[in-house]
């Protein structure tokens, strides 16, 4: 089973930990067992982590899901990161459509879609994608993500439920104290998580993150 199939597989849920932008934090995050992290390629985000200063990406391979998340970017980028070694997904975090996505489905490059929900009429294309898995996270125009914001968690859980097939990656707002709530709510197969596990934009905290771990231990009863 590879690093996406663990993170992706239903019988329990997994943690991905987004916004890391230093080698020392992944390097403890291989430590406590997260089962992914999320690098930010997108120069906007207050966690962006230039291209030129991923080269660390490689010395973690096979050890953690590493996923490059990127907002509406030239496939060449995302195409020459995984090229060279250093992604093992990519997520598309933008305002991509579905033909968008044609050239990752032509080249048998896993991605992720993350879709901002304001309703259910924000995912009516979401199959279309071909995604290896679906990202629902708050709507948050200009932003893409990491805003601490909660969503309609009811509108993730039907979702879930009228595409059971679909790995579904549940993402803002959640922190320690709503971890095991959002778990059990909507049976996602990830829980995707950035300011949560903060101290500051791209600075983890690692009593966050083991919190987070415990709570999703107790959800599941391991």
Sequence with gaps: ??????????????????????????????????????INFWSG???????????????????????GVFVNAPVELPLRLMRDGLLDVIQLHGDEAPADAEAYRSANIPFIKAIGVTSRADLVHAVSYGAA?????????????????????????????????????????????????????????????????????GIKDFSKVQALQASLQFETGG
């Excluded at 930990?17 to 934090?25: E, K, M, N, P, W």
């Design 1 to 38: 089973m590879t690093c996406l199939q663990r993170f992706l597989d239903p019988a329990s849920v997994s943690l991905k930990i987004c916004g890391v932008t230093r080698h020392s934090d992944a390097a403890q995050l291989i430590t406590l067992g997260v089962h992914a992290l999320g």
């Design 45 to 67: 985000s207050k966690r962006y982590l230039p291209p030129g200063d991923a080269a660390w990406l490689l010395e973690i391979a096979g050890k953690i899901l590493r996923v």
């Design 133 to 201: 898995a679906i990202l629902l996270d708050a709507h948050a125009p200009g932003v893409y993500g990491g805003t601490g914001e909660v969503f309609d968690w009811d509108v993730a859980k039907a979702f879930g439920e009228q595409h059971p097939g679909l790995p579904l990656i549940l993402a803002g707002g959640i922190v320690p104290g709503n971890a095991a709530l959002a778990a059990s709510h909507v049976s996602p197969a990830a829980l995707d998580v950035a300011s949560g596990a903060e101290l500051s934009p």
